[in-house]
C-alpha cells in the first residue's frame, strides 16, 4: 500500500521530468497538464472533494501571483526599463571599468550580487535580475542563467532576510541560532565550491579557470567565512547580505591584482569603452546605477533590519484563509512591505531619475506582462499543483516511503527530500514548511540530531530550486528565452545530481559524527 501510494503520489513530479527533458515541452503546458494530472490523482485516489482541490489550487495561484509573481514582474519591468532608458549601456561600460573579463563580472553580478538579492529579497530575484545583467553585458544567456541557477542553490536558507530558517525554527522547535549555525557547517563545502562551478558553466568549461583560480578563490572565501562566522553568532537574517556584500568588494580588488587584463577569449566587447568610462563622472554613474541603489535601500530599510519603517508598515496587510477543508493554511497578503512593491516603487524612481516618462514606463509594463505571461502561468500551475498535493496527502506519502525504503541510512536521502519539495513548491520557506517536522521528528526516532537534519532539509531544498519548474521559468524569461525551459532542465540537471550526491555524503558523515 505505502509502495502503491509512493508511486501514485510521484506522478505528476515524474510527469514534469518526462515532459521538460524527454518531451521539450514548453513549461507552461507542462505545468498545466501536471496540475491536472494532480487534481485527477486527489479526487480519485486520495478521496479529496472537489472543492477542497478548487480551493487548493486557488490558493496556490493567489500565493503565486503575490508576492512571488510581483516580485517577478518588477525585476523584469526593472530591468527592461534600465534597457529602455539607456542606463543598462552605462551599466555595462561602468562594470567593463572594473573588467572586461566575463568570468570577473560573473562572478560580481551573478555570485556578489546574486547572493545579495537572494539576501534582501529571494523569490527569484537572484536568479531574474543578475541572469539579465549578465546576459546584456554579452554572456552567452544560456550559461548565464544555468550559472545563476546553480549558484542560487546555497544561499537559500537565509534569503528573504532569513525567513526560510525562521521558518524552519518555528516548524521544528529548534533554537534560532544553533540551526543557522548547523545550516552553515552543513553548507559550506557546497557554497565554497558554487563560484568555481559559476566560472566554469560561464566560460564554457573547466579551462575557463586558467588564471582565474586566485579570483575565484577570494570569491569563494570573501563570502563563506563571514557568511560562516555570522550565522553562527548573530542568526540567520544577516549571512547573505555581509557575506555578499564582503565578496563584491574583495572580487573588485582581486581582480584589480589578477585580471589586470582580461583573456581575449573571454572580453566583453562594448564599442567605445575607453572613451564612455572617461566621459562618466559620478553623477552620471549613481543615475544609471538608480534603480538597482534604490532596490537595495528600500529593501534595506523595510526589513527587520530598520526595525522602525518595518513595524510601521508591517501591518498593512490583509489575511485569509482560502482552502476549504480541515487544516486550511492563512495566505497573508502585504500590501507594502513586500519585495516587489518596493522593487517597482525603487524602478519607478530610478525610471524618472534616468529621464523615463510615466508613459515609457506603461508601455513597459504591458510589454513585459504581454512577453511573459507564460511564465506567470507556469508558476501558477505549479504553486497550484503544490497545494493540491500537500493537503491531500500526496507529498507525506512520498516522505512517508522514502523513510520506511532508507531506515539507518536516512540521512543519505533526507537532503532529497527537501529537494523534492523544493522542485513542487519552487520555495526554500514552503519545503522548510511542508517536511521540517518530518525530517526533525524521524531523526528523533533514529536517534539523530534534528537540528542537523533540519539543517539537512533547507540544503536539499536550496538544491531542489536549481531544477523545479517555477525557478528554471523565471530564467528563461530573465533571458528573453521563454520556451526553453526544457533546454535549460537538460542543462542544470547534472548540477543537480552532483549537489544531491555531495549534500548526502556531507549529511550522512555529519550523522556518524553526531553533528
Not at 176 to 194: K, M, W
Not at 444 to 472: E, R, S, Y
Not at 482 to 502: A, N
Request: charged share 10%; net charge neutral.
Amino acid at each position: 500500500m505505502l509502495l502503491l501510494e509512493f508511486v501514485l503520489a510521484m506522478l505528476p513530479i515524474i510527469w514534469l521530468i518526462a515532459a521538460l527533458s524527454g518531451l521539450k515541452m514548453a513549461g507552461h503546458k507542462a505545468c498545466v497538464i501536471a496540475l491536472a494530472v494532480t487534481a485527477v490523482l486527489a479526487a480519485g485516489y486520495w478521496g479529496l472533494s472537489a472543492l477542497c482541490i478548487a480551493t487548493a489550487a486557488l490558493e496556490g495561484v493567489l500565493n503565486a501571483l503575490w508576492p512571488i509573481c510581483l516580485v517577478i514582474v518588477a525585476a523584469l519591468f526593472t530591468y527592461n526599463l534600465t534597457l529602455k532608458t539607456g542606463a543598462m549601456e552605462s551599466v555595462k561600460k561602468m562594470l567593463a571599468g572594473v573588467s572586461r573579463d566575463k568570468r570577473v563580472l560573473a562572478l560580481i553580478i551573478g555570485w556578489g550580487f546574486g547572493n545579495f538579492m537572494e539576501g534582501m529579497a529571494g523569490f527569484g530575484t537572484a536568479v531574474a535580475i543578475p541572469a539579465s545583467m549578465l546576459a546584456a553585458i554579452g554572456l552567452d544567456p544560456m550559461s548565464a542563467v544555468l550559472a545563476c541557477l546553480v549558484v542560487n542553490s546555497t544561499p537559500t536558507a537565509f534569503g528573504s532576510v532569513g525567513v526560510p530558517t525562521v521558518t524552519l525554527a518555528t516548524v521544528t522547535g529548534t533554537e534560532l541560532v544553533p540551526l543557522a549555525a548547523s545550516i552553515v557547517n552543513i553548507q559550506c563545502i557546497l557554497t565554497f565550491l558554487s563560484p568555481f562551478l559559476m566560472v566554469c558553466i560561464c566560460g564554457k568549461g573547466i579551462k575557463a579557470l586558467k588564471g582565474m583560480v586566485p579570483t575565484t578563490l577570494v570569491a569563494a572565501a570573501s563570502f563563506t567565512i563571514p557568511w560562516f562566522f555570522t550565522a553562527h553568532f548573530i542568526g540567520p537574517e544577516l549571512p547573505d547580505i555581509i557575506g555578499s556584500i564582503c565578496s563584491m568588494g574583495c572580487i573588485i580588488a582581486a581582480a584589480r591584482i589578477f585580471n589586470k587584463e582580461p583573456d581575449e577569449e573571454y572580453a566583453i566587447q562594448i564599442s567605445e569603452t575607453a572613451g564612455g568610462q572617461q566621459a562618466m563622472g559620478i553623477a552620471d554613474g549613481l543615475k544609471a546605477w538608480s534603480s538597482f541603489i534604490l532596490i537595495f535601500l528600500f529593501l534595506m530599510a523595510t526589513s527587520t533590519l530598520c526595525p522602525p519603517i518595518h513595524n510601521a508598515i508591517a501591518g498593512i496587510k490583509s489575511t485569509i484563509t482560502v482552502y476549504a477543508g480541515e487544516g486550511g493554511g492563512t495566505l497573508s497578503f502585504s500590501w507594502v512591505n513586500t519585495p516587489g512593491v518596493m522593487i517597482f516603487l525603487a524602478a519607478i524612481i530610478g525610471g524618472l531619475i534616468q529621464g523615463a516618462t510615466f508613459r515609457d514606463m506603461g508601455e513597459v509594463f504591458f510589454e513585459t506582462l504581454k512577453k511573459y505571461w507564460k511564465t506567470i502561468l507556469t508558476i501558477c500551475s505549479v504553486m497550484a499543483t503544490a497545494k493540491i498535493m500537500s493537503y491531500s496527502g500526496m507529498i507525506s506519502d512520498i516522505a512517508k516511503f522514502l523513510v520506511a525504503a532508507t531506515g539507518s541510512f536516512y540521512p543519505l536521502i533526507a537532503p532529497v527530500i527537501g529537494a523534492l519539495g523544493a522542485f513542487v513548491t519552487g520555495s526554500g520557506t514552503s519545503t522548510c514548511v511542508l517536511f521540517g517536522g518530518l525530517q526533525s521528528e524521524t531523526a528523533a526516532a533514529l536517534d539523530l540530531n534534528p537540528t542537523w537534519m533540519a539543517a539537512a532539509n533547507v540544503m536539499g531544498a536550496g538544491i531542489g530550486k536549481m531544477i523545479c519548474p517555477q525557478g528554471i521559468a523565471i530564467g528563461a524569461g530573465a533571458i528573453n528565452q521563454v520556451g526553453s525551459e526544457s533546454k535549460i532542465l537538460s542543462k542544470v540537471f547534472k548540477y543537480f545530481l552532483l549537489f544531491v550526491i555531495l549534500s548526502g555524503i556531507i549529511c550522512y558523515a555529519g550523522a556518524l559524527l553526531g553533528l
